[in-house]
């Protein structure tokens, strides 16, 4: 274990997380609570929900990551060039975005983000790329979890980082900072070295698309109640999602500050997730995959009812604590085992590639159906709309109690370890 913290591929996997985490929050809860300052109206806020839609889409352009010689720093190999090239155009849309001004140009401002989440999704594509060549199949798992932690302190950064800094320096000065940060991965990338390997064999774009997504869709659609199990994966998290959008202009309609939204939501709700995640993995060792799954998402769905409660209280701050602590750590607690399902759902053949496709499928809905949540939210009022989040995982919950009857979930070995990915929900 030692010999890891002086390896320096496993610092360099840290410093890409890091990098590539910073621009999340910014296209999504930093985003939001800048909108609803500048008096963007709630429908308007919820249709930020559709920014990130890259994320969900990005196997489509992968191919040419892949592929294709990078245009700039040719000198430093196919991964690492493409990373130069990506990573200063994505601080530089990070910096672009600071000086917009959404009270008067909100098109200009998500137009902006629109790019920002483009450039972090391509460069999510090259990091995973990176990591998978670099580092031998024993030594993933600790190239992921230090790629995982880098992940999470950017979180933090351009979340409550960039809240703190608004307060004190304002907006513009957030977003540079934030912009500064990235280059903490472009550091990195001149540092590393290039994975050696040959360029895999696919060498044209349909083979690629081929590879990449319709032989292990064809081989997902071959096995039973394949519909049904898109649904599900599609409307798990939904209820969370459309709540989610909402966040920041909730909380500043109560009158939370942001320093006050920066210290629970943002740092302590971060602390939940990962305990709540950590106890997650526990409760799917002890209970079984199945039974975890229906436990965790009952609390997932009930845990909505927070929001309710604290829009009846008010502006209170041990309300506040009490929503994001139960929210965030029941959110934890179910994405330890939805995952867990998730990868039991994938074919040995296609492991890794219909995996990242159900993950995109599943953010397709909570992109798209989440973006009406201002407009919910304007109709219903708060309480109204929280509760409407809340019943919005029955239907998940309904097709899940059919698919674990009918497709019991085989069980992992005892000792294996129970990888918990880094959700886009942590960004809120």
Aim: proline share 5%; glycine share 10%.
């Amino acid at each position: 274990m030692a010999g890891v913290f002086r390896d320096r591929r496993f610092l360099v996997m840290l410093a890409l997380g890091f990098s590539a985490g910073i621009p999340l929050p910014l296209t999504g809860f930093t985003l939001r609570q800048w909108m609803s300052e500048s008096g963007i109206s709630l429908a308007a806020i919820g249709l930020t929900a559709l920014i990130g839609l890259a994320y969900a889409f990005k196997f489509t352009w992968s191919p040419v990551l892949d592929h294709a010689a990078p245009p700039l720093f040719r000198g430093l190999g196919r991964r690492r060039g493409w990373l130069a090239t990506i990573q200063p155009l994505l601080a530089a849309a990070i910096l672009a975005l600071g000086f917009t001004d959404p009270a008067s140009a909100a098109q200009v401002t998500v137009a902006i983000a629109v790019l920002v989440a483009f450039l972090s999704a391509s460069q999510d594509i090259v990091v995973d790329a990176y990591r998978i060549e670099i580092l031998e199949e024993r030594q993933q798992g600790y190239g992921l979890g230090f790629y995982i932690w880098g992940y999470r302190g950017a979180l933090l950064a351009s979340n409550a980082g960039a809240l703190a800094m608004a307060e004190f320096a304002g907006w513009t000065a957030a977003f540079a900072m934030c912009a500064g940060l990235v280059g903490v991965g472009f550091l990195a990338v001149l540092l590393a070295k290039e994975p050696e390997g040959a360029v895999p064999a696919a060498t044209t774009w349909s083979q690629r698309m081929r590879a990449a997504v319709v032989d292990p869709f064809a081989d997902f659609m071959r096995r039973r109640y394949w519909f049904v199990i898109l649904a599900f994966v599609a409307s798990f998290k939904l209820g969370e999602a459309l709540a989610g959008v909402m966040t920041a202009p909730f909380y500043r309609s109560l009158g939370f500050t942001r320093l006050e939204v920066a210290g629970v939501a943002s740092v302590f709700g971060l602390c939940a997730t990962l305990a709540g995640a950590m106890a997650g993995g526990w409760v799917v060792a002890k209970l079984g995959t199945a039974r975890a799954l229906i436990w965790t998402g009952v609390l997932q769905m009930l845990s909505n009812l927070m929001y309710v409660a604290l829009a009846e209280t008010g502006r209170s701050m041990p309300m506040l604590w009490a929503q994001v602590g139960v929210e965030n750590f029941t959110d934890g607690l179910a994405d330890a085992a939805f995952v867990t399902y998730l990868s039991m759902l994938t074919s040995r053949s296609f492991t890794a590639t219909q995996y990242a496709l159900l993950s995109s499928l599943a953010a397709v809905p909570l992109r798209t159906v989440a973006g009406s949540g201002g407009w919910l939210a304007e109709w219903l009022g708060w309480s109204g709309f929280f509760l409407l989040t809340t019943a919005a995982a029955l239907p998940a919950m309904a097709i899940m109690l059919f698919l674990l009857k009918r497709l019991p979930p085989r069980e992992p070995a005892p000792d294996t370890p129970l990888a918990i990915p880094v959700p886009e929900e942590a960004a809120r």
